[in-house]
């Protein structure tokens, strides 16, 4: 494969006019179910990449793959999956390399997901080690690493190692009870491993207008992110063109919001 100067796998070659040093790190996303950890993933990876950034994004979820719901299948470069990462005795920086998904319209954005009619009994089991074996390796491949969690950390192992070895967290829920009580019943999970409380922002998800800041604060207390509901974002979430540009006028807040997000965790 050829690739351009200065995208993934050539950043390292010396060539560094258009990446300055920059904050970068490992972010993991988590959340209750539908609480938009997959949208808010793509579209901070797909934020940086657009400002020639390079980026890996990683989908932990091996229950409910996001991978082929993102973009048009002739989008992606290559069919390879998590499962060959994960199944190896060792996770290396070349292994990762060898089984990202490149995007064709953007040399700075790459994958890592399970793969259409894959799930978790399709490979070989893995441990906490490959897991972290993953994240380790996965720094040296990109400066931005974003990871799509799992909501179940209890059974899945990848997304609850990148919970501890992220360097931030956002954790996203709804403004309702229930998310909050499928939080609360995930959170003890970690409280004997390394568990850094400090490190995790939380987010309120799909915030609708009738969901004034009175009530959100008193389900979910204070927040360090709104992320507003757009209807332009849910549609190409339903039609898997998560990576098009957001070009109405009632997602500007929802943008405004990634962008936030982006200069706040990863200092661009």
Sequence with gaps: MNFKQNSLFTRNTGYDEEQPDVQGGVLAVWGSPSSGKTTVSVKLADYLARKKKNVLLIFADMTTPPLPCICAAGDLEGEKSLGSILAATHVTENLIKKNCMFYRKNDYLSMVGMLKGENVFTYPPYDQMQAAELIEQAREVA?????DCGSTIASDVLSAVALMEADTVLRLVNCDLKSISYLSSQLPLLRDNKWDADKQLKVASNVKQQEASS?????????????PHSREVETQYLEGDMLAELGLKESRAFRKEIEKISREVFGV
Excluded at 143 to 147: K, R
Excluded at 215 to 227: C, D, P, T, W, Y
């Design 215 to 227: 009530h959100m604060e008193q389900v979910l207390g204070a927040v360090s992110f709104q992320i």
């Design 143 to 147: 400066p931005f690493v974003i990871i």
